[in-house]
């Protein structure tokens, strides 16, 4: 055993540690340097869900049970491969909307109801309050394990006076005032208190593998010593295996499974530094793995360590000990009191940090949810000037008496099989809040009735299948019913309800309880159409990554009409935010409004949004919503006003986006003409300068560089000119001659247009026009001309150079008529084919003329021209015997261009070169 004050020491100073480390946390982030903005520390934090439970009663179920003690964590593990899509979407919300808890988060999607996020609280309590509980027996067990002759855990109730774990309570409590209530604004996050639960999480790991590297290698040979001897016992043996034999049945594997999977997401730790602390979505890529990862590594060594402590302590002369104490009484029994002092701090560690989160989570419910809801009916309240310093002492005796619950419920329970077993029980609780919240962030028809209905019924099935059997079995009711029923009716036995037998008291419970919740939360949400409050909720939840985090442009509709004044704002927000904060908040949005005064603020939906939003993150959604409607004359909402404003805001954020396309283009044509002008410009200096510093040089050489300097100034002014001719095109600038044109005659001119070129490359060109006139098309002929020209040296440039062939075919129905311009060059590759009509996309030469050079605009001119005469201009699937453009012009200017023909594909609006 070691000494009392030696344990009081080690743990004053843990304590002490973890005060300090959160104190520097805090430091640093009021420096700006904040040191919680690394994906290592937000998956530490997450291994909160790591408690007591687990570094003790994950061994002594193991002991017990064997495998049993694995759904509880491959649920988590599973769940983190969902990370990514529901995790960010509940992180998204939260930071939007300025979510204070996860009821907070449940109460806001359906309509800022104060009834639900009541409910929702109720439900966590009782679930939660058994669990403090359990962390502080772990606590009272552990330090008995150490101090008392014999390494017993047993020892007689001291008066409560004397009792250390009541101080261990206060101690938390304490910890927890100072770091998880610093400001009024609950949605804040606590950073200091982030890291000192990232700290304990790596205690706990260290010292839990301590002792797994202890038992294995230092009482056995290692890992295969240890299972072989486990093996050659029967009793041993049977734990190891997976099959009929195992004292976990398969059906309640599942159970634990998904009963895990849905409390590490919904119990309110694990939503508090999962959602609410998180500083940057993309740290989730990071946790998806790694804390999956740490589950494994601190459950390595949970079979050794049971194993090895059944082994040791079944010998000869061996006291006995209770498994859930192996990790301590291992170590305490091979004479190793300073690892079991390790491990104690350990244990401690896992305790306290669900603790410290768990009431830092819960006392934000409890003020925001039952207190300040109450306080607001009364008049005095209702008009009392600052609030803000009560809403901190609200919040801190929540915590003293949540504790103070905890630690009451571990003296009165004892030994009780409920106290057991309350982890479980716990997450069964918790559970009941997944169908309204998974629901309400998917479904835009899950309504407030609905999520009331189910949830009610869900808990109340925990309560009387679950919870009050488990009270039973601990002699604080009779357990009568139990094997009767209520009132003899058999029907109604709390773990065989409606004749459903076979089935161990949880799964069955969460079979129930689930099944009520869900039916009764997607029927009577089926049965009536959301309200208008509802359905603006539904569409900022369900649609959160459409209508937040855009770059500029509205982030979200705004669904408010009515009346306010900027005094009665400012006023109401002074109130439960402080004077200052307030003051600060209303100059920032008038910055943002180019407003100097605040007098001179418009008082819009857009601050009264403002104002609610930042009223949220201090007392909840549901409490702000009602504070802000007494202070401002609303006009109500219905339905389809509701749907107005979202089509209204739909159509806007479109806009928004079109012209930031529109300037991202821009950007870009500005930067690729500038690169294109660069090219000859560059050419040119340069061979202008070598001729000029070379008087020497030979005269057929400086024939040759003054051939390119030439050939450059032409290809300068090409491209000048067609930038011009695009942008006035564009534009609507362009001039544009309206007369009739004979198709035919154009053709024939255009082939006359480029036959120099053709001959220069050996290139023969056939042409296939109507035998017949054709009516004439009344249009730009010079523009027309000027597309035609294009394309027949585009296609002389890439047919194959001395032996090419083009052909120019044009045709005609009663739409209109269809002019095709092909070669028999290399054709187009498939990575080019979707960027050939983009600005500066030149096409890969092939076989042809690599001295030949375009500018990249020769193709999205022609499809402007066409364009502006009705027609659309593509490029043929490629058949392997070159390139195919056509182009379609109407006779009517308003009527539909000719489709390409049956055998072809519809255009796909890419370009050549």
């Not at 009451?408 to 030994?415: D, F, Q």
């Not at 400012?570 to 935010?577: H, I, K, P, T, W």
């Not at 402080?578 to 920032?588: D, I, P, S, T």
């Amino acid at each position: 055993m070691l000494a009392p004050a030696l344990v009081l020491a080690a743990s004053a100073a843990y304590l002490l540690l973890l005060c300090l480390v959160a104190a520097w946390g805090d430091a640093r982030a009021r420096q700006g340097r904040s040191v919680v903005g690394h994906a290592g520390v937000y998956t530490l934090s997450l291994a909160v869900y790591c408690t007591a439970w687990t570094y003790y009663g994950s061994v002594g179920r193991a002991a017990s049970a064997g495998m049993a003690f694995l759904p509880v964590y491959l649920g988590p593990m599973l769940a983190m491969v969902l990370a990514w899509l529901v995790v960010r979407k509940m992180i998204r919300i939260a930071r939007s909307y300025r979510i204070s808890s996860i009821a907070d988060f449940i109460a806001s999607r359906y309509g800022h109801s104060p009834l639900l996020a009541g409910l929702v609280t109720l439900v966590t309590l009782v679930g939660i309050v058994p669990y403090i509980a359990l962390q502080l027996k772990a606590v009272a067990t552990g330090h008995a394990l150490l101090t008392q002759p014999g390494g017993t855990a047993a020892a007689p109730l001291s008066p409560w006076w004397r009792d250390g774990t009541l101080a261990v309570a206060l101690a938390l409590a304490g910890f927890t005032m100072v770091f998880g209530t610093r400001q009024p604004g609950s949605a804040e996050r606590h950073e200091g208190m982030v890291l000192a639960i990232a700290v304990e999480s790596l205690v706990k790991l260290l010292a839990f593998v301590a002792v797994g590297v202890f038992v294995t290698w230092g009482l056995f040979g290692g890992p295969a010593d240890l299972f072989a001897r486990a093996l050659q016992q029967p009793a041993l043996a049977r734990l190891l295996t997976l099959g009929p034999s195992q004292p976990l049945a398969y059906g309640q594997w599942l159970a634990l499974t998904v009963l895990s999977a849905l409390s590490v997401l919904f119990l309110p730790r694990q939503f508090q530094v999962m959602v609410l602390e998180n500083v940057d979505e993309r740290h989730l890529r990071r946790a998806a793995w790694a804390f999956p990862a740490y589950l494994l590594l601190i459950n390595l060594f949970v079979l050794p360590i049971a194993l090895g402590g059944l082994m040791h302590f079944a010998g000869a002369g061996q006291p006995q000990a209770s498994p859930d104490g192996f990790v301590l009484s291992l170590p305490l029994a091979a004479g190793q009191p300073a690892l079991a002092l390790l491990a104690f701090v350990g244990g401690l560690s896992a305790a306290t940090g669900m603790v410290i989160v768990e009431a830092t989570a819960v006392s934000t419910m409890v003020c925001n949810d039952l207190v300040l809801p109450l306080l607001l009916r009364s008049r005095r309240w209702a008009h009392a000037a600052d609030l803000s310093g009560w809403l901190l002492a609200i919040r801190r005796a929540a915590i003293v008496a949540l504790l103070l619950l905890g630690w009451l419920y571990m003296r009165l329970a004892g030994e009780a099989q409920a106290l057991v077993s309350i982890g479980l029980i716990s997450f069964a609780a918790v559970a009941q809040c997944a169908p309204a919240l998974l629901g309400g962030m998917y479904w835009r028809g899950a309504t407030r009735g609905g999520a009331l209905a189910g949830l009610a019924a869900g808990f109340g099935l925990w309560l009387y299948t679950l919870m009050l059997p488990s009270l039973a079995r601990s002699g604080w009711l009779a357990d009568g019913f139990l094997q009767h029923g209520p009132a003899g009716l058999a029907l109604l036995r709390p773990e065989q309800l409606f004749g459903l037998a076979g089935l161990d008291n949880l799964t069955h419970s969460l079979f129930w309880s689930l099944l009520a919740n869900a039916a009764l939360f997607v029927g009577v949400s089926l049965a009536r159409r959301p309200g208008a409050q509802e359905l603006a909720q539904a569409v900022l939840f369900v649609d959160v990554f459409s209508r937040t985090g855009a770059p500029a442009g509205p982030q979200a509709p705004l669904f408010w009409r009515g009346q306010a004044r900027v005094h009665d704002l400012l006023a109401l927000a002074g109130r439960f935010l402080g004077e200052a904060r307030a003051r600060a908040l209303f100059m920032r949005h008038a910055a943002g409004q180019g407003v100097a005064d605040l007098a001179a603020l418009v008082p819009d939906a857009g601050l009264v949004h403002l104002v609610q939003t930042e009223l949220a993150g201090a007392i909840g959604s549901a409490s702000a919503r009602v504070v802000v409607a007494r202070a401002v004359q609303e006009e109500a909402l219905a339905a389809d006003d509701v749907l107005r404003i979202v089509e209204e805001a739909t159509r806007l954020r479109a806009a928004n986006q079109q012209l930031q396309s529109l300037d991202r283009l821009k950007d870009d044509f500005m930067s690729s003409v500038t690169h294109e002008l660069r090219t000859p410009l560059t050419a040119i200096r340069g061979l202008a300068e070598l001729m000029r510093d070379e008087p020497g040089m030979p005269e057929a050489q400086r024939q040759q560089f003054l051939g390119i300097v030439v050939d450059e100034a032409q290809r300068l002014s090409r491209l000048v000119n067609q930038v011009l001719d695009l942008a006035k095109i564009e534009s609507g600038h362009a001039r544009w001659l309206e007369e009739d044109v004979d198709l035919r005659a154009l053709a024939q001119r255009s082939a006359d247009a480029v036959a120099e070129l053709l001959r220069e490359r050996g290139v023969r060109l056939s042409l296939a026009l109507p035998p017949d006139p054709l009516p004439p098309l009344v249009a730009d002929p010079d523009r027309l001309m000027q597309v035609l020209v294009n394309l027949l040296s585009n296609a002389a440039k890439f047919a194959p150079a001395g032996r090419g062939q083009v052909r120019l075919a044009l045709q005609a129905d009663a739409r209109g008529a269809t002019f095709s311009v092909a070669d028999d060059g290399p054709g187009v590759p498939a990575a080019e084919r979707e960027l050939v009509f983009e600005k500066f996309r030149q096409g890969s030469a092939g076989g042809g003329d690599p001295r030949v050079q375009g500018t990249g605009l020769g193709l999205p001119i022609c499809r402007e021209i066409v364009a502006h005469h009705g027609g659309r201009i593509w490029l043929e699937p490629d058949t392997g015997q070159g390139a195919c453009f056509r182009f379609t012009l109407p006779w009517q200017r308003g009527a539909q261009a000719p489709p390409p023909p049956e055998t072809r594909h519809a255009p796909q609006d890419p370009d050549r070169r």
